[in-house]
């Protein structure tokens, strides 16, 4: 067994202080989406005002695992989450596209430092033989704050400015749980252990390509899909639960795919989960005669493409035991942070040219790379 009681306690502090974050999130950034589309902003333009904290991060990450070697986790932690309160707070006040999109900016510099901080630490010390379910409900926690993030609009009967502000109080919650954490030696990186994410991503490149498909059905479809649903004629709380819906289905996929990892062989695991994402995008031509497709083509874009950014960090931490954990584990959130930040432009261009079924054939083609992707990682 790996990892030490302080080690692991320092993670679910962050984990917790994340989903407090992620929940955050996944609740403004739909609404955001909506006041955008409702503004008179196409769904090219509300993808491309996504993609800016995903793109800061895909920027910034393959810095980080330096940052961790000369700051420490805890250090690199708090910084991060100030940035995010930062950036929170210019959604809550400010109003428009322009003070958003730099609060965006400013939110994604947060985002890259608290995200490989976490996952760095928890590939560090989770016990090996349980490495896939540890991080499978982490992923869940995660995946539980995606899911009600975006309902509790509708369920609490907020409007949007009152959502961005209960979106202030979130990060400031995270900020009290790092400002707390207290410093160890125990909790740093090693000076020779931190290695690069260009070393990384030249050793695994097909798993980074596999959490690339990942970020681009989790995270890069959530923004367009409401504002879709807002250009159909729903109200912002019902199109936010589109998004909503792919939450849920990363909230009920993480922990099965973790145990899966443990238990199957990991060419099959991977095969299996693109081939579904490959079935879900050609249902999707179909939301035009049928709306309610659109919502669970979302569960499983959520849950599966949730689950091979999973799947994929834990063959990391197994490729790269004992070195160079936070680079390999940077590489990762590379590939998935990119499939988020291009996920949204892609798919709000091919929505607004060719309707849901160009929406369809994009995502299809994506899915079908994800196969190859698999079987190239693991022959």
Known sequence: M????????????????????????????????????????????????????????????????????????????????????????????????????????????????????????????????MRGRVMGLYQTALGAALALGPFLPGLLRMD?????????????????????????????????????????????????????????????????????????????????????????????????AGWAADHWPVRRVFTTATLLLLVASAALAFATRAPWVLWACGVVWGGVGGALYTLSMVQVAHAFEDRATAGGTAAMITGYTWGGTLGPVAGGSALQAGGVTGLALWLVLLAAGGIVAARRAFR
């Open 160 to 256: 949007g400015h009152v959502v961005l502000w209960v979106a202030v109080a979130m990060v400031a919650g995270c900020l009290l749980l790092a400002v707390t954490a207290q410093p160890h030696a125990a909790h740093e990186p090693a000076s020779g252990q931190a290695g690069t994410t260009w070393q990384a991503l030249r050793s695994v490149p097909w798993l980074a390509a596999l959490a690339f498909c990942g970020g681009v059905f989790e995270a890069g479809l959530g923004a367009v899909s409401a504002a879709h649903a807002s250009s159909l004629g729903a109200s912002l709380q019902a199109a936010a639960s589109v998004a909503g819906a792919i939450g849920v289905g990363s909230f009920l996929f993480q922990y099965p």
């Open 2 to 129: 790996r990892g030490s009681a302080s080690g692991l306690a320092l993670v679910w502090r962050f984990g917790a202080a994340t989903t407090l974050i992620v929940m955050a999130f996944a609740m403004a950034g739909p609404v955001l989406a909506v006041l955008l589309q409702q503004a008179g902003h196409g769904t090219a333009f509300v993808g491309a005002f996504s993609m800016l904290t995903f793109l800061m991060v895909g920027l910034l990450i393959p810095v980080m695992p330096r940052v961790l070697r000369r700051f420490g986790a805890v250090h690199t932690y708090r910084a991060g989450a100030t940035l995010q309160l930062i950036g929170v707070l210019g959604y809550a006040i400010g109003d428009g596209a322009a003070i958003w999109s730099l609060s965006s900016v400013v939110a994604g510099c947060g985002a890259t430092a608290l995200w490989n901080t976490t996952e760095a630490l928890l590939a560090k010390e989770a016990p090996p033989a």
